[in-house]
């Protein structure tokens, strides 16, 4: 404020000296106000106001508004240094900022140090994405969502695996071009064109499907696992175990429900799939993988627990099991509680009940 007050007074003195110029020159320059200092004045007009000088025909006097912007200007120019050293200071801070987040992860590890220290494993992971013609635009886009996942969790991993992507081409290609350019750069990871069974040996080839009978106890790093790269919501069931068949390789499925009890069904994302394998390859315990990875909205609980909260649905059952028909085989059974029941209201509502009938 009192920069402001100075530069006014600096302003009005400068006006008051061009007046005092204009004063010596000859009556033909001064403007008719001062010729004629008995001239009615306009109602509402100070006698100061009156007396402005005019400096020629071309230039107006300064208004209060105007010197008020050139006092603004003058300022912003004297502090455009001082703008730049804060500038510059901001930009070291933000730096300094990303460095400190590189080197340190969110819960405070040394990412870089993990890194450097991670040991990456033999076994080979691969995505199958022969399946583009059979997934509409949204379901490619969720591929390739899951897609970076996988990429994204496998470099962050402290025993990352050699992570194939095969059969890439059509509607995923065309979606990661215009949607992640990056991905040209990406690291540690095989894109191929190719199909799988063209770029590794058949007999290290195991296809991961939940439809297969065999159940995979253990990970053999020498061998090369398949994950099927199909979103389908369920619209193509045993799709993967058929072609795993068809082309002659091995099959398996995590050993799920071994560990697991779940409310849907336990048909699992591409990169769940994926991050599972990650996190037992480095706690080498399944049950530990799953609930680590697995969603909540799933539902999982351990399968121990799931029994012993209801023993009756572990119990074999028959084929052509049907849910309706539990009611008669416990009122069959001489020894359940509703065989005692249903003997006890037979007697009170008719007692020849009892009594076996004569045969003829």
């Not at 499907?209 to 069931?237: F, M, Q």
């Not at 091995?250 to 990650?278: C, G, T, W, Y």
Request: hydrophobic fraction near 30%; proline fraction near 6%.
């Amino acid at each position: 404020m009192w920069r402001l007050r100075v530069e006014r007074r600096r302003a009005a003195l400068l006006l008051a000296g061009q007046f005092s110029e204009t004063t010596n020159m000859s009556s033909e320059m001064l403007p008719a106000t001062l010729e004629n200092p008995n001239m009615e004045r306009k109602p509402g007009v100070s006698e100061e106001e009156g007396q402005k000088p005019r400096l020629d025909a071309g230039t107006e006097p300064i208004s209060k508004r105007q010197m008020k912007k050139l006092l603004k200007q003058k300022q912003w120019e004297e502090q455009r240094e001082l703008r730049k050293e804060r500038r510059k200071e901001k930009r070291k801070r933000k730096k300094l900022e990303r460095q400190c987040q590189l080197e340190s992860g969110p819960d405070g590890s040394d990412r870089k140090r993990v890194r450097r220290d991670a040991v990456h494993s033999r076994l080979r992971l691969i995505i199958d994405c022969s399946f583009d013609d059979l997934m509409v635009l949204k379901d490619i886009k969720k591929l390739h969502k899951q897609i970076q996942r996988c990429y994204a969790e496998n470099r962050r991993a402290s025993r990352p695996v050699q992570f194939y992507l095969t059969s890439h081409g059509g509607q995923l290609k065309k979606n990661m071009n215009e949607n992640d350019k990056g991905w040209v750069n990406w690291k540690d990871i095989h894109i191929k064109p190719e199909h799988y069974s063209e770029l590794i040996k058949k007999e290290d080839l195991v296809y991961l499907t939940s439809d297969s009978p065999n159940v995979l106890k253990d990970l053999d790093e020498s061998k090369a696992y398949v994950i099927g790269g199909l979103v389908d919501h369920n619209h193509h069931k045993g799709l993967t175990f058929k072609q795993a068949s068809s082309y002659g390789i091995e099959h398996a499925q995590l050993p799920l429900a071994d560990f697991v009890k779940m409310n849907s069904r336990k048909v699992l994302a591409v990169n769940h799939v994926f991050e599972i394998i990650l996190e037992f390859l480095e706690t080498r315990d399944w049950q530990e993988a799953f609930f680590t990875i697995l969603p909540q909205r799933k539902g999982a609980v351990p399968a121990h627990k799931a029994c012993e909260s209801s023993p009756q649905d572990q119990q074999p059952r028959p084929e052509g099991w049907d849910s309706s028909s539990e009611g008669e085989h416990c009122g069959n059974d001489p020894d359940s509680p509703q065989k005692e029941e249903q003997d006890q209201q037979g007697q009170q509502s008719s007692p020849v009940s009892s009594v076996s009938p004569v045969p003829q």
